[in-house]
Nanobody, 123 residues
Framework: QVQLVESGGGLVQAGGSLRLSCAAS????????MGWFRQAPGKEREFVSL????????RYADSIKGRFTTSRDNAKATVYLQMNSLKPEDTAVYYC????????????????WGQGTQVTVSS
């Protein structure tokens, strides 16, 4: 099992920045990567980004490319999501995930999930 704990959400004005953190514990070596998803009110959960533990390769959703950056600290088993130039449409609950796999199209799935952290962007 892998346990994930997110932090760093909050309220920010449009154009502002936030950094989310996700600390992993447990059998982290059993996962290849970690990353982020988000779920806005009334919408399905969607993939945001992922980063591999080895090599640090990243993948991003088109909607946030150029504004969000995912990084990792292997020693701390922690992944970060730096969010810049935030827009009201970025408002969502952001979930950390581990063991993310790609299933075609825009479909990604995670094996392990954090509890989520709320990000609210005001206009």
């Amino acid at each position: 099992q892998v346990q994930l704990v997110e932090s760093g959400g909050g309220l920010v004005q449009a154009g502002g920045s936030l950094r989310l953190s996700c600390a992993a514990s447990g059998r982290t070596f059993s996962t290849n990567n970690m990353g982020w998803f988000r779920q806005a009110p009334g919408k399905e959960r969607e993939f945001v980004s992922l980063i591999s533990w080895i090599g640090g390769s990243t993948r991003y959703a088109d909607s946030i490319k150029g504004r969000f950056t995912t990084s990792r600290d292997n020693a701390k088993a922690t992944v970060y999501l730096q969010m810049n130039s935030l827009k009201p449409e970025d408002t969502a609950v952001y979930y950390c995930a581990a063991g993310i796999t790609y299933h075609g199209g825009s479909v990604y799935r995670g094996d392990y999930w954090g509890q989520g952290t709320q990000v609210t962007v005001s206009s």
